[in-house]
């Protein structure tokens, strides 16, 4: 099966990207880069310097914390067009939680 091609166009889908100007779209997709990850790749830790804000161009991404009593407790399961890390990398911190892969996954990658 072939996989889609992304191009600076594909930004137009996401939400904090719309209206933009052309010319726009082209810049801010010649600042980043395409990755993509095979089911269950992790992305980050928890903890972990923030380095880089993931716009989630197609699969699906958890995000979840250990508890007190070390068990997994679910943040929330992010889709296509959601942007993952943007408050923890603008206010220069850490991942709230560890980010994983639940399938086939493409993202944009901004990194500092």
């Given at each position: 099966?072939?996989?889609?091609?992304?191009?600076?166009?594909?930004?137009?889908?996401?939400?904090?990207?719309?209206?933009l100007r052309h010319e726009d779209y082209l810049k801010?997709?010649?600042?980043?880069?395409?990755?993509?990850?095979?089911?269950?790749?992790?992305?980050?830790?928890?903890?972990?310097?923030?380095?880089?804000?993931?716009?989630?161009?197609?699969?699906?991404?958890?995000?979840?914390?250990?508890?007190?009593?070390?068990?997994?407790?679910?943040?929330?399961?992010?889709?296509?067009?959601?942007?993952?890390?943007?408050?923890?990398?603008?206010?220069?911190?850490?991942?709230?939680?560890?980010?994983?892969?639940?399938?086939?996954?493409?993202?944009?990658?901004?990194?500092?």
């Open positions: 099966m072939n996989r889609p091609s992304f191009d600076a166009l594909t930004l137009k889908k996401v939400p904090i990207f719309k209206g801010i997709f010649s600042l980043g880069k395409i990755k993509q990850f095979q089911k269950n790749s992790f992305l980050f830790n928890q903890g972990d310097d923030a380095k880089g804000v993931l716009i989630l161009l197609e699969g699906k991404i958890k995000i979840s914390q250990m508890g007190e009593e070390g068990n997994q407790v679910l943040l929330r399961v992010l889709g296509p067009g959601q942007l993952v890390a943007g408050v923890a990398v603008l206010e220069n911190g850490t991942y709230p939680g560890n980010g994983y892969t639940l399938e086939k996954t493409t993202v944009f990658c901004l990194e500092d």
